[in-house]
């Protein structure tokens, strides 16, 4: 059979010894912060991502080792969401105040049920007025009824 598409060939030495493309990871980071967020950020912050993770594999020995491992994608996802949260404590301070701690350090940003604007106040738990002790509530689905 003959293909008439081009094959994808690697671009840096990083993707080319390790099969991860570290530009593919970036716009993944950049999306979910976009996505948390509700903002768009500049389309070079995935450049600059990526640019660092090929700076830090041709100078690190301790890194290549890293993410020459069984875990290496979910080390630079680690790494680029650090970077990344020193780039937005440099450059969109007001982002960066609002970053849950963990996020500062690797993690992952936690779910949101749905995605809100900045300007929107975040949603709290409702009150409730009384409380009926575990022992006196009934456990039949049937008996229950909302009231707004």
Known sequence: MNHDK???TP???FEKETGICPLYIAWYITDELEHYFWVTLPEDVCYRLADRAERA???NANWRRKLKGPYGREWLRLFMRHWLSGLLY???P???RQL???YKIGHPLPLRDTPRRQSEPART???TKTSVPPSTAKSTS???TFTA
Request: charged share 25%.
């Open 6 to 8: 081009e094959e994808y």
């Open 11 to 13: 671009s840096g030495l």
């Open 90 to 92: 440099k450059e969109w």
């Open 100 to 102: 849950p701690d963990s």
């Open 125 to 127: 738990r409702p009150t």
């Open 142 to 144: 049937s008996s229950m």
């Open 57 to 59: 594999w041709a100078h």
């Open 94 to 96: 007001g982002l960066f």
